[in-house]
């Protein structure tokens, strides 16, 4: 079974804070796509990054940075020194092999950034 | 931006009446999805499509049913709508089925009373 899991419901932080977004997956196939999707207020889904099940290189992209490791089935996000702008709800996917590779989201991470 | 564009935006509708929703793409993209968002459940998928006329269920497909007779659009049906089904939908597109990421429509909000 595929499964994905974002224990933090919610979390606060002041604005200027680091913050790290927990996900941790379920999958038995050795292939597999993880994502990262932001849900900003106005409701529409931002697609943040993708990452294969073969590239276990941290990524960076401006503030945001993605932490893959494979021993721990853990694929976390991390935004530095946040902004306001950042309040969103924050969704993890997984992508596996199958028919049509249905994306498993996990139940999502509302971050709120406060001044 | 993909070109994908939902409709109606939102709807109110009574319980026991059919509702469908369109998803239309302009990316010509192979696989189209339906999702609904849920408090607490997060984005549960419905149906899919692999192709004109190649569907299949997800894992909340009681109470729905979908047809994509063109490669662009992909419906969705309440056969007979419930308050259960009062949600914000979903559609979502992508190229190929794996290595690529899947966007996402602004999404449907439907009330059902």
């Known amino acids: 079974a595929q499964k994905v899991t974002q224990a933090q419901t919610e979390i606060s932080v002041v604005e200027k804070e680091d913050v790290t977004l927990d996900c941790v997956y379920e999958?038995?196939?050795?292939?597999?796509?993880l994502f990262w999707y932001k849900q900003p207020p106005s409701g529409e889904l931002v697609f943040l990054i993708r990452?294969?099940?073969?590239?276990?290189q941290n990524e960076i992209s401006g503030r945001y940075s993605w932490n893959f490791q494979k021993s721990t089935s853990s694929f976390n996000f991390t935004i530095t020194a946040s902004q306001v702008v950042d309040s969103a709800v924050y969704f993890c996917?997984?992508?596996?092999?199958?028919?049509?590779?249905?994306?498993?989201f996990g139940t999502g991470t509302r971050l709120q950034v406060t001044l | 931006d993909a070109g994908i564009t939902q409709s109606p935006r939102h709807k109110v509708t009574e319980t026991g009446t059919p509702v469908t929703l369109r998803c239309h793409q302009t990316e010509n993209h192979r696989y189209m999805y339906w999702y609904r968002q849920d408090p607490g459940h997060g984005l549960r998928l419905i149906h899919y499509?692999?192709?004109?006329?190649?569907?299949d269920k997800g894992e909340v497909s009681d109470g729905y049913s979908v047809s994509r007779s063109k490669t662009e659009d992909f419906l969705l049906t309440l056969e007979s709508a419930t308050s259960s089904q009062t949600s914000v939908y979903f559609c979502?597109?992508?190229?190929?089925?794996?290595?690529?990421?899947?966007?996402f429509g602004q999404g449907t909000r439907l009330t059902v009373v």
């Open positions: 990452r294969n099940s073969f590239d276990e």
């Open positions: 979502a597109i992508s190229e190929s089925y794996l290595n690529t990421e899947a966007f």
């Open positions: 999958t038995r196939d050795t292939t597999y796509y």
């Open positions: 996917a997984l992508r596996f092999t199958g028919t049509a590779s249905k994306l498993t």
């Open positions: 499509s692999y192709g004109v006329k190649d569907t």
